[in-house]
């Protein structure tokens, strides 16, 4: 049986996929989204939370590139802090906790709103190949659809195993079976895979909960939005809840670890560092007395509740038990119990940086299966497959952000140059360019990149242009208007800072770290000087931001110019490294196998020293390259 063909076919409709799809169709691709439950499209496996410290700065970027998870977040939001406040902007990350429905149903409309967007319920099992290029797909029903392109993003599930306690069956998700067959397909083709693991905790009757036991967490009073586009969030947010686990709780928990499948054996692939089990908390820090505990709500119209921090994959009982010694749940009802997960992954050091396979041509992957966790980290891989495989059949080059330029282009540098061997998730620390890289400026850097491929409206550029223009008028106005003793002491005086002596520009006054620019404008009468843009974002806090930390951003500025230097000087893909004598022996099998496409790439491979780059460079510098005979 044969299909129409397709410009590009998506393989999974989670986070990955989703972007994926939208981004490829809206860019004119004619696109099918094959996935293997249709209910299941925009499914959040684990948290119904999106954002977090890293993750909130690529979930703001998804949004400038015209992605759908920002939206989402905001029409499905519970719940939203800014996490990271009390330090420098560079690191304030947006967290929100959704409503796991509404984000699933929003994600699953905003993909029928694409015209260009097809989809169908079905389990892709085989890959067609003609020479070294993609040519499409098999489904389970026997069914080939052919395709110009082809992206991956089969998430937790290719021969997804489910463990809790002694019990162990194969599944991609709890109540959701394992997708075979594309394992096989990709070894047939040249791939390397590897088996990571993850873990979820049990959920919870919200019905059963002592809440008048637990202490209260509240959403930020002015909640700001994930997308540059919100014009109004959720009125009211509900408060998830803090509770802890104490020597008691730990105790029991230890009666399981001998029927526990991580310490049994039974699982051997890597887990999340970050985000441990209980069972790992309590064994690698014993000597900690208690572990703290979120207890999140998962919808509006649910009492479901995610027991945040306490991961597992111990018995049920245990888990039961345990969790019934845990303060404010003596009585609790478990809806479901915590689960770990096995999967195959495919180390991304396979991939081109346009997310592209090295082996085949068109066939990318994106999210999970690259050894990423996490639904940012997916969603923005997603983004960036589906743009470069529309880019792919259009014959067009491919879109690669920089570090310089987006979180995104960490993410994607790190795993194609460093690879991964368990799961990998963002944090601000990754970025060396992190003060450039703010939540608070991703439109700036990227929704003109967006608006040039096509993935961005005209609606929107202008309003980033508007907004733009806003925050230039306020900088300049601040920078030239001058505030008497009078009117900026009493503000300075409620927050007991020194006074002013003499009249002096808004600007000077606004450096001082305690002095907030909007509140300083406000209190002195001259909140005229802030624009009005569309939209729910502050251009007085982004003011102050380019204020406070100009000399920063200048400095960072310096080092990005010097890292494209070494950017710009490509290695030959033939380069011989196994012959050269004065770098390394790590070095010399690092790069032969990674095979970086220039030097900024090579000088980030851990392992590559500066001094192995010197040498590399002095070689591409003089022409004289060694290659690999063909
Ligand atoms: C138990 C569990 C715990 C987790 N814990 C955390 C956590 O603590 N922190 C965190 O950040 N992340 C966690 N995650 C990970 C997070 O859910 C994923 O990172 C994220 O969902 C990955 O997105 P994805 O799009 O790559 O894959 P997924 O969201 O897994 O989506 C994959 C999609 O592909 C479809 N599919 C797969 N194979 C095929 C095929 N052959 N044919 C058709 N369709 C196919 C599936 O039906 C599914 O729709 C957890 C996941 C699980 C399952």
Known sequence: MRRPEYDVVVVGGGHAGSEAAAAAARMGARTLLITMSLEAIGR???NPAIGGIGKGQIAREIDALGGLMGRATDESGLQFRMLN??????????RAQCDRFMYAGAVRRMLEAEPNLFMRADMAVDLLTEGTQIAGVVTQLGVEIRSRAVILTSGTFMNGQI?????????GRMGEGASKGLTGALHRLGFESGRLKTGTPPRLDGRTIDYARLEEQLGDSEPSPFS?????LPARQLSCWITFTDPEVHDILRTGFDRSPMFVGRIQGTGP???PSIEDKIDRFADKERHQIFLEPEGWHTDEVYVNGFSTSLPEEVQMEA???????ENVHMLRPGYAIEYDYFPPYQLRYSLETKAVEGLFFAGQINGTTGYEEAGAQGLIAGTNAALYVRGQEQLVLKRSEAYIGVLIDDLVAKGTDEPYRMFTSRAEHRMMLRQDNADERLTPIGHRLGLVSDDRIRRMERRRAARRDLLSSVRQTSITPEVANPYLASLDSAPVKQTDRIAKVALRPEVHLGTLLRKTGHDGLIPSIDGLERVEDMVEIDLKYEGYVERERGL?????QLESMPLPSALDYASIQNITMEAREKLSRIRPQNLGQASRISGVSPSDVSVLMVMVKSGRVPRVEE
Do not use: N
């Open 44 to 46: 959040m496996s684990c």
């Open 85 to 94: 406040r009390s330090k420098g902007p560079a690191v304030w990350s947006p």
């Open 163 to 171: 463990h809790i306690g002694d019990t162990s069956y194969g599944g």
């Open 228 to 232: 540059f586009m919100t014009e109004q």
């Open 273 to 275: 560092r970050y985000c």
């Open 323 to 329: 969790m019934r010694r845990v303060t404010g749940l």
């Open 560 to 564: 990005i110019e010097k890292m494209e």
